[in-house]
């Protein structure tokens, strides 16, 4: 069975950091690339950023509001993708999903979620 | 960006209703496209991908259709656990953008 397990999440002040983790389990991690989605309170889904499985380069993309600030890596060895959280703001507060797709190396869907994580931005 | 635009942003239904939902790229994607569920505090749920492929284990009473840029949730006859608030979601290029999300009560 799939299981994506999000952890680090809390409370963090404005300008500080914060490093999330998403640890996998039931399928062959290094195959697939993962994803992060977020969801601000009551606000709809904001994809956030993904990385490429290690067959396809390992690289990553960001969406434009995180971009220079937060980081996503991989530690195939453990099974675990990284979300680093850098100069965060308050608009940053939100549950972070991490996410698997269907099928290996190339993302085209979200067809797993881990529970979420929820990081409070606030002094 | 892709810009995508999903119609209505709200609706009510009764139970045994056909119900649909549009969403509309703003530029043509061919149908890297996808529908998730959502339900209060949990995670989404992958509906539809491929813009007309039935994820494992949904019900058949869902389905999509669409191509291009106007896509096509349709819910054939709506049952009490539907109730959820609907997303769509473009994969042809990053930011692999989402609608703003319908949501969806029973009368």
């Known amino acids: 069975e799939v299981q994506l397990v999000e952890s680090g999440g809390g409370l963090v002040q404005p300008g500080r950091s914060l490093r999330l983790s998403c640890t996998a389990s039931g399928f062959t991690f290094r195959d697939y690339a993962m994803t992060w989605v977020r969801q601000a309170p009551g606000k709809g889904l904001e994809w956030v950023g993904f990385i490429r499985s290690e067959g396809y380069g390992g690289t990553t993309q960001y969406a434009a509001s995180v971009k220079g600030r937060f980081t996503i890596s991989r530690d195939d060895s453990k099974s675990i993708a990284y979300l680093q959280m850098s100069s965060l703001k308050t608009e940053d507060t939100a549950v972070y999903y991490c996410?698997?797709?269907?099928?290996?190396?190339?993302?085209?869907?979200?067809?797993?979620w881990g529970q979420g994580a929820l990081v409070t931005v606030s002094s | 960006d892709i810009q995508m635009t999903q119609s209505p942003s709200s609706l009510s239904a009764s139970v045994g209703d056909r119900v649909t939902i549009t969403c509309r790229a703003g530029q043509s994607i061919d149908k890297y496209f996808n529908w998730y569920q959502q339900k209060p505090g949990k995670a989404p749920k992958l509906l539809i991908y491929?813009?007309?492929s039935l994820q494992r284990g949904v019900p058949s009473r869902f389905s999509g259709s669409g191509s291009g840029t106007d896509f096509t949730l349709t819910i054939s006859s709506l049952q009490p656990e539907d109730s959820a608030t609907y997303y769509c979601q473009q994969s042809y290029n990053t930011p692999y953008t989402f609608g703003q999300g319908t949501r969806l009560e029973i009368k």
């Open positions: 996410t698997r797709g269907s099928r290996i190396h190339i993302w085209l869907d979200s067809a797993y």
């Open positions: 491929a813009a007309s």
